[in-house]
């Protein structure tokens, strides 16, 4: 199992927005950066654990958790031309862009801050601290033991 740290602007789409999908599942779509679409294609998979990040916010924070429940396939709104994901190079039988399906597993009592992220030593090596604009990204197990434990707080 690995761990995973999603990014989404909570106006475009929100931790509670999966949580108020059918079966509180929702496909984690229009990831258009290749070293993102790298970690969904070829190392997101069943089972993994999701942080939940908010961005582009006032308060930018991890506000959750989720499970990948589908392993990556093609991203549909690549083929579809009234998409704002539609990629006309992007051909059926050589997709260019992937998704995978999440199960929203709970929300945070507090959300935890990007700035706090930033100062606790123990998540000085994150991903998030060092690269980021990254939308996709790994987490370290012990990362994501002591974020889960600071949302619980």
């Known amino acids: 199992m690995n761990y995973w740290l999603f990014k989404s602007e909570?106006?475009?789409?929100?931790?509670?927005?999966?949580?108020a999908e059918p079966g509180q599942t929702g496909r984690w779509d229009g990831i258009r950066n290749y070293q993102a679409r790298n970690f969904l294609r070829d190392r997101v998979q069943k089972g993994d654990c999701v942080l939940?990040?908010?961005?582009?916010?006032?308060?930018?924070?991890?506000?959750?958790?989720?499970?990948?429940v589908r392993a990556a396939y093609p991203d549909p709104a690549?083929?579809?031309s009234?998409?704002?994901?539609?990629?006309?190079?992007?051909?059926?039988?050589?997709?260019?862009?992937?998704?995978?399906d999440i199960r929203?597993?709970?929300?945070?009592?507090?959300?935890?801050?990007l700035t706090e992220i930033k100062q606790n030593p123990d998540l000085a090596e994150m991903v998030l601290v060092k690269q980021g604009r990254l939308s996709i990204q790994p987490v370290r197990p012990e990362e994501w033991k002591t974020i889960v434990a600071l949302g619980s707080m």
């Open 104 to 113: 929203w597993q709970s929300e945070f009592a507090r959300p935890v801050p």
């Open 82 to 100: 009234g998409s704002k994901y539609f990629d006309p190079k992007a051909r059926g039988d050589k997709p260019r862009w992937y998704c995978v």
């Open 52 to 68: 939940f990040y908010h961005s582009a916010c006032k308060v930018p924070a991890v506000v959750g958790t989720a499970k990948v």
């Open 10 to 19: 909570p106006d475009e789409y929100s931790i509670r927005d999966l949580a």
């Open 78 to 80: 690549q083929f579809d």
